[in-house]
């Protein structure tokens, strides 16, 4: 996952809003129908083209994506739900996706979910919006996830990595004024264990805890470590992966840390979890 983020992340772009892409509609469309015609003409080829699949890097993103794309429909598929995770776009006529494609087959008579994890580069030529570069996983079985998931993901969940020392000044201070303590949870927008993550914090039986006792502060590690400086002096390493979780008083001592990855996957979790964490470190615990 990482490493298809850094391809298509590199030119730096700027975050979008939550909202709809029509181009992907079209998209989700031909999948679903196995129209590998119509999916072709929704790529491009050429000297700037990039296909980064599981077998390698091809030049041909019409032809490698149109085939695997419509092949899903031969094996049952009836659903698909691709959850844009990240959209950044640098010009009017340039949009990337980062995205969490979920999809359900029905072969025989039992319901089979899938997941496929891509990122896109779409441009606007002549009119049409086109993929121009595409990395994605294998078709791989879809992760049973016991916690409230996001039904649209909040694309602005993490700010830019540039405003994590205002934010977490703002959260310290807080904190200090109502004697509450801050959870710092480093993590990025392509990651949906962090979108899980949010999304349990805002639920009807975690939400009154979390308002009660922290002031929650989303520090984004981008595609490169952003902020690993940061995470280092938390104590939080993120070579365990995110999200990463660290408690903070008031006067920014740390309390306590996550130091083994233990929520970086929301499917090894569950509401307990979460909710004994935060009773346990919790001001006066």
């Known amino acids: 996952m990482r490493a298809l983020a850094v391809l298509l992340l590199a030119a730096g772009l700027c975050a ?32 700037d083209a990039v296909a980064q699949t599981p077998e390698g890097k091809s030049g041909d993103p019409a032809a490698e994506e149109s085939a695997f794309w419509s092949k899903l429909a031969a094996r049952g598929l009836i659903a698909i739900n691709p959850k844009i995770l990240e959209r950044r776009s640098t010009t009017p006529d340039v949009m990337q996706l980062v995205l969490r494609v979920e999809l359900t087959f029905r072969p025989g008579g039992a319901m089979e979910k899938g997941l496929v994890s ?40 993490y700010p ?19 004697h509450k303590r801050v959870l710092v949870i480093f993590g990025a927008n392509w990651c949906y264990d962090c979108h899980v993550l949010d999304t349990t914090l805002r ?19 981008g ?21 990463g979780l660290a408690v903070l008083d008031g ?13 970086e996957s929301a499917a090894k979790i569950g509401m307990s979890d979460v909710t004994g964490f935060l009773e346990r470190w919790k001001p006066g615990a």
Do not use: C, M
């Not at 181009?23 to 679903?32: E, I």
């Not at 830019?160 to 200090?176: D, M, V, W």
């Not at 490169?224 to 999200?243: C, H, Q, T, Y």
């Open 118 to 157: 891509v990122h896109e580069v779409w441009v606007e030529r002549g009119g049409e919006w086109r993929v121009l570069i595409t990395g994605r996983s294998d078709l791989q079985p879809l992760p049973v996830i016991r916690l409230p998931q996001p039904t649209v993901p909040n694309t602005s969940l």
């Open 223 to 243: 595609d490169d470590d952003s902020n690993s400086a940061l995470a280092e002096r938390l104590e939080v390493p993120l070579k365990k992966g995110i999200p």
């Open 16 to 47: 979008a809003a939550d909202r709809g892409f029509e181009p992907l509609d079209r998209w989700k469309a031909a999948v679903l129908k196995g129209d590998e015609s119509a999916l072709r003409s929704l790529y491009l080829s050429g000297p």
């Open 203 to 221: 639920s009807r039986g975690v939400a009154p805890l979390v308002a009660a006792s922290y002031h929650v502060v989303h520090i984004n590690v």
């Open 251 to 263: 006067d920014g001592h740390v309390v306590t840390s996550l130091k083994n990855g233990e929520f």
């Open 160 to 178: 830019a990595p540039a405003e994590a020392q205002r934010e977490l000044g703002a959260a310290l201070a807080a904190a200090k004024a109502d």
